[in-house]
């Protein structure tokens, strides 16, 4: 009974051929829908996917999410740069350069300028790995009127470090269990622990000062 249970189990989990075609074309549009809208815990879903690459047996499938996912994440940066780029050549602006404007707050912004003066478009790297830091800085960009070229060289390592990043707390949870659900839960809670452990420590300094 407990056998024939097992047989079952194992034929309605998908091989590892079909997950891999189903996953890495998922784990792209994901990224690139969560680049341009804040609806998709990107970080998460990389976390999660290197959490099944790591549990499987194909020795480059972890190579896969990490090159799926930093090429998603440019794709997603330098299509949103192209729309802002064109809201801020227009007289009357646009939905995304208003949209952008919206998600980032005076005073990052004016941080992430500061940042831009000094340092280049380098700042992107360190943007996308801070929490809500991606967006201010890609804002001060639009209004310095960077072109897209130089833009990209900022953005392309910045995807790189990210995608590392993420993939690299997606490794830790797959490694620290043995089912691969455990190590996606495992990985979503450290995401979400590291996106809002600045937050929370920066309410706390207010309440503290105040």
């Known amino acids: 009974m407990i056998g024939s ?7 309605a989990v998908p091989p590892e051929s079909t997950q891999q075609a189903v996953g890495y074309p998922s784990l792209f549009l994901l990224v690139v829908l969560g680049a341009l809208v804040p609806v998709v815990p990107t970080g998460a879903v990389v976390s999660s996917a290197a959490v099944v690459a790591f549990h499987q047996s194909s020795p480059f499938s972890l190579l896969w999410v990490f090159l799926v996912a930093a090429c998603a994440a440019f794709l997603g940066d330098m299509t949103l740069y192209g729309l802002g780029l064109r809201g801020v050549a227009s ?5 995304w350069l208003a949209r952008l404007r919206e998600r980032a707050a005076p005073e990052r912004l004016a941080q992430a300028r ?12 360190l943007s996308r790995l801070m ?10 960009c639009l209004l310095a ?21 993420y993939q690299l707390i997606g490794v830790l949870g797959g490694s620290l269990f043995a089912q691969p659900w455990q190590g996606v839960v495992a990985a979503v809670a450290l995401t979400v622990a590291v996106g809002t452990a600045p937050t929370v420590w ?3 300094r207010r309440g503290s000062a105040g």
Do not use: C, K
Request: no cysteine.
């Open 114 to 125: 500061a940042g831009l003066d000094e340092h280049g478009v380098t700042v992107l790297v």
């Open 202 to 204: 920066r309410r706390l």
């Open 131 to 140: 929490p809500a830091g991606r967006i201010p800085v890609m804002l001060a």
């Open 145 to 165: 009127r960077v072109p897209a070229r130089r833009f990209a060289r900022g953005a392309f390592p910045a995807a790189l470090a990210w995608a590392a990043t």
């Open 5 to 11: 249970l097992a047989e079952a189990v194992a034929r």
């Open 91 to 95: 007289r009357g602006g646009s939905r």
